[in-house]
């Protein structure tokens, strides 16, 4: 159980276009998602907090503009690289919350974004 | 916010034991995660502290002092496999996670 899927995997766009970047809860529902962004040798550091049916909170430093994020439903949440850059190019990791779950917090597989 | 701090890159034998120490300065504490991850690949769950003392897993163990804003991941019998950087994440009150830089573990033959 407990299973986050995130698509795509990695992909590749041109400098000035938007990147969608789909995280979902497979078997469980998920009122609270996760974004992460994580570069090369770099830890993980949250982007934004997405809540079920209303606006995601961003963290200090991260343009709420550039990284559009929708959570239309309780098992999707979406991460939008608006008008991307190559210093946008990273892995971008969601998790989501399961309170019925043991430890909470469930990861995606990571989607890397490369922006030429 | 939380200051969370951990070794850069530590070095095992295969078969030893490797322990991986983890000081933290927090605001809200909510529990103490650690999670392996592979290169290109997201965290995956090891262990998982909120009140002092020692949570054992099979091969891995972790230990928490609240009071000394510190913790430990004991890693034992060491396979080549473990090869791999672990991070230490704190939770606070609202569930948000922040990680430390990570502790790139390789294992030698």
């Known amino acids: 159980g407990a299973v986050v899927s995130q698509h795509p995997s990695w992909v590749i766009c041109k400098s000035g276009t938007s990147v969608k970047i789909e995280c979902r809860s497979l078997d469980f529902q998920a009122t609270t998602m996760f974004w992460y962004r994580q570069f090369p040798k770099q830890s993980l550091m949250l982007m934004a907090t997405s809540n079920e049916g209303s606006k995601a909170t961003y963290e200090q430093g991260v343009e709420k503009d550039k990284f559009l994020i929708n959570h239309a439903s309780l098992t999707l949440s979406t991460l939008t690289v608006t008008s991307a850059h190559p210093e946008d190019s990273s892995f971008y990791i969601c998790?989501?919350?399961?309170?019925?779950?043991?430890?909470?917090?469930?990861f995606g597989p990571g989607t890397r974004l490369t922006v030429t | 916010g939380q200051n969370i701090d951990q070794p850069t890159e530590m070095t095992a034998t295969e078969g030893a034991i490797v322990q991986i120490n983890c000081t933290y300065q927090t605001s809200g504490f909510n529990g103490l995660f650690w999670y392996q991850q592979h290169a290109g690949e997201a965290p995956t769950f090891l262990s998982y502290n909120v009140l002092d003392g020692l949570e054992e897993k099979g091969r891995f163990s972790s230990f928490l002092s609240r009071s000394k804003g510190y913790s430990y991941l004991l890693l034992k019998e060491l396979q080549m496999k473990d090869s791999a950087s672990y991070l230490c994440a704190v939770r606070d009150s609202d569930y948000k996670l922040s990680f430390g830089a990570g502790t790139t573990v390789t294992v030698r033959a």
């Open positions: 998790s989501a919350r399961d309170p019925g779950g043991m430890y909470e917090q469930y």
